[in-house]
Structure formats: structure tokens, C-alpha cells
Nanobody, 122 residues
Framework: VQLQASGGGLVQAGGSLRLSCAAS????????MGWFRQAPGKERDFVAG????????YYADSVKGRFAISGDNAKNSMYLQMNNLKPEDTAVYYC????????????????WGQGTQVTVSS
């Protein structure tokens, strides 16, 4: 699966952005998919995940109530709606496919797409 994240940009604190992750080469099918983010000098952290078959969603505590993950099978795409953005949300955001292990860890994912930069100004 080839993944491509898009939709990042510069936004003021309190604003919103919607990230997209488009897949090619294979459909999302029954995969578990995740969004991660990486700020300069920091680890790549889990943000949100979605179980395609069960349509269950999971979020990092830091984004609960502000971010929403969703998917569209027909468009073979996944989205991350980000509301009430904060400066600490500034990072490069990546989408990836879960391949096994603990869904919170980036090492459990493969097919990392090229990230999209999100910058939140205060």
C-alpha cells in the first residue's frame, strides 16, 4: 500500500484543519490504520487509529475531544479532522498501516506515507 498524507498548513491556535490520507496499490480493506505525528527532535507519537472492519476509533489523550478520525472506503481514503488546534499540535503528521503488535507504537506500522506539516501559531 502506498499512502500519501495531505492537508497540512499554517493555522492559528483555535483553528481547524482536515488531513487526508489516500491509499493506492491496495484498498484499506480490513486494515487498522493510524495517524502519527513527529515534532522536531521528538519521537513519532500515536495520534489516532481506526479499525476499518469494526470501525472502532482510538485517540491519544492529548487529542481526545478535539480530533476525529474517519475513513471512506469508496475513496480509499482516511481523514483526520483537527479542531481547536494548539501550538503543541505542531508537527509533521503521517498515516500508516498497522502490521502487528501494540497499535500505540510506530514500530507496529508499515507503509508510511510522506508526511504533511501542520504548524499552529499562538
Amino acid at each position: 500500500v502506498q499512502l500519501q498524507a495531505s492537508g497540512g498548513g499554517l493555522v492559528q491556535a483555535g483553528g481547524s484543519l482536515r488531513l487526508s490520507c489516500a491509499a493506492s496499490g491496495r484498498t484499506f480493506g480490513n486494515y487498522f490504520m493510524g495517524w502519527f505525528r513527529q515534532a522536531p527532535g521528538k519521537e513519532r507519537d500515536f495520534v489516532a487509529g481506526i479499525s476499518w472492519s469494526a470501525y472502532s476509533t482510538y485517540y491519544a489523550d492529548s487529542v481526545k475531544g478535539r480530533f476525529a478520525i474517519s475513513g471512506d472506503n469508496a475513496k480509499n481514503s482516511m481523514y483526520l479532522q483537527m479542531n481547536n488546534l494548539k501550538p503543541e499540535d505542531t508537527a509533521v503528521y503521517y498515516c500508516a498501516r498497522f502490521v502487528g503488535g501494540n497499535y500505540l507504537y510506530s514500530s507496529s506500522y508499515d507503509d508510511w506515507g510522506q508526511g504533511t506539516q501542520v504548524t499552529v501559531s499562538s
